[in-house]
């Protein structure tokens, strides 16, 4: 006669109970797995929550007819968008000049220094030569002193060249500055370049200038927009060059205007300031919203 009752670990009631002890320790295991990138998440957004809440808070004031708080909605402090800049008695050169004169900065910078950058981290990455190891950590080498310490030999420079007091001057500065580091990125871009395609290419009949531009500018794309993007923000936020450099007031920078108006904020007003610094990041934004697409393709 059968067992009306089935014995524990056997049977229909076993079965269920070791699919559950099993579905336990998956989802424990799960759990255990994704807790490093839950912690992770919740730091990055913990620390970047401080600093979304600042931009924020510019905007607001930007837009606010009173002083810290914002309270009623006004666009008075945007007036140098459309009229001169006068605190005390003392005109600002317009805003749309020195907004050129930035841009010629940042423009000239990410052009010059993307191209030569594409070049030596070409000849690196795809020739042998002698000296070609020491060349390549000489450029990391030059990122060990801190910046500020060339400022001397910069200026014999400008001074020599007749570049001082120039905004060319500035910018054969940043692009110079700029290309040790944008060699060493973009060069990585080239080794990951599979040699398959070269060597296909090259038995089509291809050049160099041809393989350069249809085998690998298609696959460094995303390399060449970081360089590009990190190359810009550098001489757009040029500052203490620019400070240094720079004597005539007719070719200041946004960055220059907007530290002025910060030690001023006694008769300039807060809304005043935090509207020139959004108008002055506002090209970064729509940047680096372009750029998202090929900076998430990047491999970090």
């Known amino acids: 006669m059968e067992n009306p009752i089935p014995l524990q670990g056997t049977g229909t009631v076993g079965g ?6 099993d579905n336990l320790l998956n989802r424990r295991r799960r759990w255990l797995q994704a807790l490093p990138n839950g912690v992770a998440i919740a730091v990055m957004t913990a620390g970047s929550l401080p600093l979304l809440a600042i931009y924020v808070w510019m905007v607001l004031v930007s837009f606010s007819d009173s002083g810290l708080i ?3 909605f006004t666009l008075d402090h945007w007036s140098f968008l459309w ?43 795809q020739t042998k030569f002698p000296g070609r190891n020491f060349l390549l950590q000489s450029t990391i080498l030059t990122h ?49 370049v599979p040699k398959e395609l070269t060597w296909a290419a090259q038995t089509d009949g291809c050049g160099k200038f041809k393989i350069f531009y249809t085998v690998f500018l298609p696959k460094i794309w995303p390399g060449v927009t970081a360089i590009s993007l990190f190359a810009f923000l550098s001489g757009w936020g040029e500052y203490v060059m620019v400070s240094v450099f720079i004597f005539d007031d007719s070719i200041n920078t946004l960055s220059i205007i907007i530290k002025s108006l910060f030690n001023e904020t006694s008769s ?7 509207a020139l610094a959004t108008f002055y990041m506002l090209p970064c934004v729509i940047l680096y919203f372009f750029s998202q697409k090929a900076l998430s393709n990047m491999k970090m």
């Open 16 to 21: 269920d109970l070791k699919n559950q002890h």
């Open 70 to 72: 914002p309270t009623k």
């Open 83 to 125: 009229s001169e800049l006068n605190i005390d008695g003392y005109v600002y050169p317009s805003v749309w000049i020195v907004f050129l004169n930035t841009l010629f900065i940042a423009v000239g910078t990410a052009v010059f220094e993307v191209a030569f950058s594409l070049m030596a981290g070409y000849a690196i990455s």
């Open 144 to 192: 060990a002193f801190p910046a500020i310490t060339g400022l001397i030999a910069a200026f014999y420079i400008l001074n020599t060249t007749g570049l001082l007091n120039t905004l060319t001057g500035i910018m054969v500065l940043k692009v110079l500055g700029g290309i040790p580091m944008s060699t060493w990125i973009i060069k990585g871009f080239f080794d990951e």
């Open 268 to 274: 300039a007003s807060y809304g005043l300031v935090m």
